[in-house]
């Protein structure tokens, strides 16, 4: 790596952690100098195996970057009020880089207008290859990115409506690597949305007026709550609208939310409010009536997560009946049969399900 001579190693110490954190995987640094490719505004220029670079220090980002492959010509103009080196691209651009006004500018200016030349001649076909990787990465983030601003969510289920630009980027901040939730219930206008995951569902609000509705400007909630933690799920409805309310030990639902409760007084004044609550979702009744199959999926993994039953194995054979409270080795046969068939008749196992735990207690004896 050559360094400036107007430049001294403290400075460019300073630096070289941030110009490091944006090269790719195999560039390096060929020369650095200070100047600018902005009017009036320091910057770092760097020339490396791969690229021309403009590194702000305070941003610790890079202001601009061009590939050395785009560069059809490069001119070191002198003579103006402000010498610099003229890039021109294959996209018709042309970017101007100046050296700092200091003594020696000039010698600066051909010191890097040398470098960019010899690292052009030099590029390599491993280096476009390079380029070619980290063009491919940025377009599969730019429509993946393009796909969740559009509320596309392939593998879900979405009931009620389209999911917004901002709901659907904050849905997916809480989506895993590769998950997606298997079903979305979009709520009453500016209410917010439901996300249903395997093993949780998150309430989202937010959004400019979805926001303020929240008793959030500017800002948005979210709450997450695992299977496990709810107690039920209760739906509460007048002629036409309705709310839908996860209850959990935190939201025991001591009081019924009303869709109107609170409409007349400031966001957050009523602690009954459903469009400020995190566990509540105001939801039409006809979106409530064409949601009814999701929604008994979704109660019946809750009831899962809470009653599991059966071991898991590579299989998928049945299991011992794991000793969970009320099915446990010091109960008699009787009781452990009654509390198996009050789970098979609350939805929580499946008919095979209940056979196969019933083949199981009665091979114990």
């Avoid at 220090?57 to 560069?71: A, K």
């Amino acid at each position: 790596m050559n360094i400036s001579k107007g430049v001294n190693q403290k400075k460019v110490d300073s630096w070289r952690g941030g110009i490091e954190a944006n090269l790719l995987a195999g560039e390096s640094i060929v020369y650095i100098t200070q100047g600018s490719v902005k009017a009036m505004k320091e910057s770092v220029l760097v020339v490396t195996n791969l690229r021309l670079l403009g590194y702000s220090p305070e941003s610790r980002g890079l202001e601009t970057e061009v590939q050395l492959r785009h560069i059809v010509n490069a001119k070191n103009v002198k003579g103006t009020f402000v010498p610099s080196i003229h890039v021109a691209t294959t996209g018709g651009n042309i970017l101007k880089f100046s050296v700092s006004f200091w003594r020696n500018s000039e010698f600066e200016q051909d010191a890097l207008f040398d470098h960019l030349q010899e690292a052009i001649q030099h590029r390599s076909s491993r280096g476009d290859a390079i380029l070619d990787a980290r063009m491919a990465e940025i377009n599969t983030e730019k429509s993946k990115r393009e796909v969740i601003d559009a509320g596309i969510w392939s593998n879900s289920v979405i009931v009620g409506g389209s999911v917004s630009q901002k709901a659907s980027r904050s849905l997916h901040a809480h989506c895993g690597e590769g998950e997606e939730p298997w079903f979305i219930l979009r709520g009453e206008m500016f209410a917010g949305l439901l996300a249903a995951f395997d093993d949780r569902l998150v309430i989202i609000k937010t959004g400019a007026m979805t926001g303020l509705m929240a008793g959030s400007l500017g800002g948005e909630r979210a709450t997450t709550f695992y299977y496990r933690d709810i107690n039920a799920i209760e739906y509460n409805a007048g002629l036409f609208e309705g709310v839908i309310e996860i209850l959990t030990a935190s939201y025991s639902g001591g009081a019924n939310k009303d869709f109107w409760q609170g409409s007349r007084q400031g966001r957050n004044a009523n602690s009954n409010d459903p469009f400020t609550l995190s566990n509540t979702l105001p939801l039409p009744k006809f979106v409530y009536n064409e949601a009814l199959p999701q929604i008994t999926e979704l109660r019946r993994r809750i009831s899962e997560a809470k009653h599991p039953i059966f071991a898991p194995s590579a299989q998928d054979s049945p299991g011992p009946v794991q000793s969970e409270p009320g099915i446990s080795s010091g109960d008699n046969l009787v009781e452990k049969l009654e509390r198996l068939a009050a789970l098979h008749a609350a939805g929580a196992l499946t008919d095979s399900e209940f056979q196969k735990g019933k083949s199981q207690l009665l091979g114990d004896i």
